[in-house]
């Protein structure tokens, strides 16, 4: 059984056979064809050139068959073989893959599907809301304050900011206490189960370590880079703790690999439960269809789309009508600019999402 995985080259029409066959050979056994004695190598394990399409303006997409048994059962591995040596060569981008059901069934997924997610915070069919937790530099006492004035708009989940992890002004076990007790505080008053979302840092043992402590706190989420923090380490934190929903941060995901298919696809299959990522009209470059086909996939493996960066009050309308209901609505630091009046803005934000009606 074989991977259909689609690369996009930069090439000239002349050269992109050799150059289709490069990659074939560079993603699979990486030396010279030739050198091979082995028959069950040529025939089994050697990528092959599927197809070459024409795209335009000197690009082609190429499609190569990388075979299945070279991944095992290792998300490290499945980018490895995908694009481990090709990510150093300047021309190519790795697009897609179509991945089996076998390979599908044997990873992580999602354990926790959108209507898990909008059950635990006691919720019907509405898109969700969320902030975050920032700047970095504030003492755990000042976060926990910042997240009981967000917790008390109503917002559904609040989560750390992704900079936020061991420090020496703001310890994780410290934030996670005085951020965990303030929002608990904060939602018996309002009655709406807000959720708190630390983020994971670390090698594997403090992944764990970390993970557990979140967990015994009572929380229901915790978030990790997978590009930081290892897509390993991810499918791990997944399998072992099976209680906590994991939200997957994008941080050092423009590495050249399509973003709906590294965000959209493989998070999810590494076993993240909802994916966040930069929409379009913020900070980050991503067009409207990457993000919606960014949005299919994840939904496609029941995770819950999380788009951010730069998402501004004012457009939450804009933003629910192309996404769908299917979302959670992720406003950071234009939330913060309200500074003392947060519950209010938070409060109309959450209303504004329950009462929005789709175009």
Known sequence: MRLSVTYHVRADAADIAARAKGIAVEQSVEMPLE??????????????VEDIADLGHGRFAVRIGLALATIGDDPGQLLNMLFGNTSLQEDVVLADVDLPEALIASFARPRHRIEDLRRIVAVGQRALTASALKPQGLPP??????AERLTLGGLDFIKDDHGLADQDYSRFAMRVTQCAAAIARAARRTGHPTQYIPSLTGDLDQLRSRAALARDAGLACVMVAPMVSGVSAVRTLARAYPDLAIFAHPSMGGLRIAPDLLIGKLFPLFGADAVIFPSHG???????????????????????PVPAGGMTLQRTPEILDFYGPD????IGGNLLL?????????????????AHRYA
């Not at 979302?327 to 992720?330: G, I, V």
């Open 327 to 330: 979302t959670m609505l992720l």
């Open 338 to 354: 309200a500074r003392e009046r947060i519950p209010r803005e938070a409060a109309a934000f959450t209303a504004a999402v329950a």
């Open 35 to 48: 050198a091979i004695d082995e028959p069950s190598v040529l025939r089994d394990i050697v990528g092959s």
């Open 141 to 146: 006492e000042r976060l926990g304050q910042l």
């Open 282 to 304: 913020g900070r980050f470059g991503y067009s409207p269809e990457t993000c919606l086909r960014l949005a299919t996939n994840a939904r496609r493996f029941g995770a819950l």
